[in-house]
């Protein structure tokens, strides 16, 4: 593993368990910027981090039941713009009735020319249809999606184009590092 991704993984867990770290040597340049903004990000969306509840609240809505290694996805569509203290989507794991905040995460039609957080990694996520139950069904235009999902019933919510992701692994330390898509921590929830 390089030292950036150790450096990031050190952040985030100290973040995680809510330690400091105390810095010997001036940091790479941008590291202290990232530091900063997991703070502001980890402030803001604390009141997320065992309460479903809550997201739902605030108007996030499932929009995938649980993907395996990385969790389920809840969005709020009223947050638009990047901003690292309202990220649009929150991932959660579940574990009996216990919800558990692990990611944030962003998404973007195009990659961004200048990532909007220091050594930012993306994924992709493909087109797809959304329903309110939170099944998807990848379909490459939106007349491609049903009104119903044919499986669950539950009605068509929304389709969007191919997209790039990024998750942040703010609540839930990650191996793979902070940006990864996946995390193989989470894999024991997968079945829950």
Same mark, same amino acid.
């Given at each position: ?38 703070? &502001? ?39 638009? &713009? ?20 692990? &990611? ?22 493909? &087109? ?65």
């Amino acid at each position: 593993m390089s030292k950036r991704a150790l450096l990031s993984m050190a952040i985030a867990l100290a973040l995680a368990l809510g330690v400091g770290i105390v810095a010997t040597a001036k940091p790479p340049a941008g590291r202290s910027a990232l530091a900063d903004q997991l703070a &502001a990000a980890r402030l803001a969306t604390g009141k997320y981090a065992t309460s479903l509840g809550r997201a739902r609240a605030d108007g996030y809505q499932i929009i995938t039941r649980m993907i395996p290694s990385m969790g389920y996805h809840y969005m709020n569509p009223t947050i638009q &713009a990047f901003d690292v203290r309202r990220p649009p989507i929150l991932v959660y794991e579940r574990r009996g009735r216990g919800w558990q905040l692990a &990611a944030l995460e962003w998404v973007f039609p195009k990659k961004p020319v200048t990532p909007p957080l220091p050594g930012a990694r993306y994924g992709s996520f493909g &087109a797809a249809c959304h329903y309110a139950d939170g099944t998807f069904v990848f379909a490459a235009t939106q007349d491609k999606c049903k009104p119903k999902n044919r499986k669950t019933g539950a009605k068509f919510g929304f389709w969007h184009p191919d997209l790039v992701t990024m998750h942040v692994w703010l609540w839930y330390p990650n191996p793979s590092g902070l940006f990864a898509s996946f995390n193989p921590l989470v894999k024991p929830f997968d079945g829950s």
